[in-house]
């Protein structure tokens, strides 16, 4: 019987291993992106609608010359430019800042500095807008250069604040097999620490940007040009007109830049995450 009952012992043994690995090997498989579909549509369909009713608004009324002179096409044209411009000089110049500073506060060697840094990086929004401005036309006149400085003080906080939980938030498990793997500091920190930090420095950079977009209009106030000039040109003439189309058009451009974040965000993340 012994002899009998061993074979018919074995067998069970030996196939269930070969059953549950293909199992295994699928749910292990990466996760793909979520395609566009058409709720990715929405905002960019609602900024068009938005426009297309502000100009058809507009084309109803009676603009007397001081309102023909500031809704017209080149003036409308030189403003986006000059608000745009604005924006993504600083938040380019908030990226080259504030990434770096975040990953250096997040290493544990550096952990004197980081209130440091983040109290820095406070200061920014800790003081109100149009007071920042103002300390910084004392100190560099008025002009372009002045309200580009006040935009990136005030929206460097939340790419700070996000690349450093980003950078905190790795498994070490995964920082200890790449350094078992043979990869030195840098090599982790570009193909592991900041990859798998994507996700929360994307999330930073489009708030920043939203909030770029939303004080470039105090940029009126040092001479700096953009949508703002519309909005108080338009309050102290009292043509209103001119103040809503400022403020529209301010606000369609927030939803816009908000929309290829959200893009980006879903482009860019790593797959699995």
């Known amino acids: 019987m012994t002899a009998d009952t061993a074979p018919t012992d074995t067998v069970p043994t030996e196939t269930v291993p070969t059953e549950t690995a293909p199992a295994e090997t699928l ?14 549509l929405i905002t960019p369909a ?9 100009y058809m608004w507009v ?3 009676e603009l ?10 080149a003036v409308i044209l030189a403003k986006t430019v000059e608000h745009l411009q604005m924006t993504l000089a600083a938040t380019a110049l908030v990226v080259l800042i504030a990434i ?9 060697r550096n952990r004197l500095i980081a209130p440091v840094i983040l109290t820095l990086g406070n200061l920014g929004q800790a003081v109100p807008c149009i007071g920042l401005l103002v300390l910084c036309t004392f100190l560099m006149g008025v002009g372009f250069q002045t309200a580009l400085v006040g935009l990136v003080a005030y929206a460097v906080l939340p790419v700070l604040r996000n690349t450093m939980v980003g950078v905190q938030q790795v ?24 990859k798998l930090a994507v996700p929360a420095i994307l999330a930073g950079l489009r708030t920043a940007l939203v909030l770029t977009v939303g004080v470039a209009t105090l940029g009126a106030f040092v001479a700096a040009g953009g ?8 309050l102290k003439l009292n043509r209103m007109p001119v103040t809503i189309v400022g403020g529209v058009l301010t606000a369609c451009v927030a939803f816009f830049i908000d929309w290829l974040g959200s893009l980006a965000e879903n482009l860019l993340k790593p797959r699995g995450i």
């Not at 770096?100 to 544990?108: D, E, F, K, M, T």
């Not at 070490?172 to 090599?187: D, H, K, N, S, V």
């Not at 949508?227 to 338009?234: A, M, P």
């Open 27 to 40: 749910t292990l498989a990466p996760v793909r992106r979520v395609p566009l579909g058409a709720r990715h």
């Open 46 to 54: 609602a900024v068009a609608a938005a426009l297309i009713a502000l």
């Open 59 to 61: 084309g109803t009324l």
């Open 64 to 73: 007397d010359s001081i309102e023909q002179r500031s809704l017209n096409r």
């Open 100 to 108: 770096p500073l975040g990953v250096a506060a997040s290493r544990a």
């Open 171 to 194: 498994d070490p498990a995964l920082i200890e097999a790449a350094r078992g793997m043979g990869m030195t500091r840098g090599q982790i920190l570009r193909r592991v620490e900041l």
């Open 227 to 234: 949508f703002g000039e519309l909005i108080i040109n338009g």
